[in-house]
């Protein structure tokens, strides 16, 4: 079974410096990788998708991600963050042929300090 | 265009009640899938409907159910609750029933079970 690592529960970072959230999954096939957000109270907003097209993914608020076969790895950047990217963000994979189930990893809040 | 509506987005019921929560997709969506948000099992995949048909089911008990309609509107019922299923449900569409596509999420709604 597919499944997703997303290292760090919490990640803290100031205003204005480099947001890096890290997603590791395990398939022998490179599956199809999101990034969603939560705000507090809110469902789930898609930042990004990886779909083999281009392994550099370009989202949404100026994140994006790049897709490392060699790592197995879906890194979410961001280079300058801001308050109002404090949410709690989720890598997530679906696999090839699956449907549109989605496998999700336990989630990484961000926080933004000034 | 309106995105996934779901209701009642707040509800309490009590331990042996039974509960629906009806999900509207994005127009023109036809893939329904649904998941459960829990702060100590994260989301988890419950089930998944296309063209009226369950395409992908979670592990999750037999009191937990669903169904679409014609019209690709979906609802999901829980029988005989269990304060264990005090959670977020999610609700979402896709355009079709292939993996890889874009997956937008409703609101939730919020289940408290006492």
């Known amino acids: 079974a597919q499944s997703v690592t997303q290292l760090g529960s919490h990640v803290s970072v100031s205003e204005g410096a480099l947001v890096l959230l890290r997603c590791n999954y395990s398939s022998s096939v490179p599956p199809y990788l999101f990034w969603y957000v939560q705000y507090p109270n809110q469902g789930l907003q898609l930042l990004l998708k990886y779909t083999s097209a281009a392994t550099l993914v370009k989202g949404i608020n100026g994140f994006e991600a790049e897709f490392k076969k060699s790592e197995t790895s879906f890194h979410l950047t961001k280079p300058s963050a801001h308050m109002s990217d404090a949410a709690e963000y989720f890598c997530?994979?679906?696999?090839?042929?699956?449907?549109?189930?989605?496998?999700f990893g336990t989630g990484t809040q961000l926080k933004v300090e000034l | 265009k309106a995105g996934v509506t779901q209701t009642p987005r707040y509800l309490i019921k009590t331990r042996g009640q039974q509960v629906t929560l009806s999900c509207s997709p994005i127009s023109g969506h036809r893939s329904v899938s649904w998941y459960q948000q829990t702060p100590g099992q994260g989301l988890q995949f419950l089930f998944e409907y296309f063209s009226e048909t369950q395409r992908n089911k979670g592990n999750f008990p037999g009191r937990f159910s669903g169904r679409q309609f014609s019209n690709s509107r979906s609802e999901m019922n829980v029988s005989t609750l269990e304060l264990g299923d005090s959670a977020l449900y999610l609700c979402?569409?896709?355009?079709?029933?292939?993996?890889?596509?874009?997956?937008?999420f409703g609101e939730g709604s919020w289940l408290t079970v006492v």
């Open positions: 979402a569409s896709s355009l079709t029933e292939e993996s890889g596509n874009t997956i937008y």
């Open positions: 997530a994979v679906s696999e090839k042929g699956g449907g549109n189930k989605l496998t």
